[in-house]
């Protein structure tokens, strides 16, 4: 994978065994690696057919283990759930679509 395609920094939240997932409390920092944060675009969403909500992104990442679902992205100051994975190991790469969690400032699910 190219280095200069990863070019945004975002850290990785998993979740805290036993917590119920509905504030960052119950997540701990993994991480943060370089990415390429990419929104989905109209024309994307016109070209697969499938109704994009806004907030929706892809992320390419260097492999990285212990990545799962659960996981919440912070990227530019905002908090994304993971909604699916693509973990290419051969390639050292994962792609991640995600969208806007629901997390606010005050730590608390709002939706």
């Known amino acids: 994978m190219d280095a200069g395609a990863l070019t945004?920094?975002?850290?990785?939240?998993?979740?805290?065994?036993?917590?119920?997932?509905?504030?960052?409390n119950d997540y701990e920092?993994?991480?943060t690696?370089?990415?390429?944060?990419?929104?989905?675009?109209?024309?994307?969403?016109?070209?697969?057919?499938?109704?994009?909500?806004?907030?929706?992104?892809t992320i390419l990442i260097r492999y990285m283990s212990g990545l799962t679902d659960d996981c919440l992205i912070l990227w530019n100051g905002s908090y994304?759930?993971?909604?699916?994975?693509s973990p290419d190991k051969?390639?050292?790469?994962?792609?991640?679509g995600v969208s806007y969690s629901g997390l606010n400032e005050n730590q608390r699910l709002t939706t």
Do not use: C, H
């Open 90 to 96: 051969k390639k050292g790469k994962i792609l991640m």
């Open 8 to 24: 945004e920094r975002i850290s990785v939240y998993t979740p805290i065994s036993g917590k119920n997932l509905t504030s960052l």
């Open 80 to 85: 994304y759930a993971i909604d699916n994975l």
């Open 33 to 57: 690696v370089w990415a390429n944060v990419r929104q989905i675009t109209t024309r994307e969403q016109l070209r697969s057919g499938v109704e994009v909500q806004s907030g929706q992104m």
């Open 29 to 31: 920092l993994a991480g």
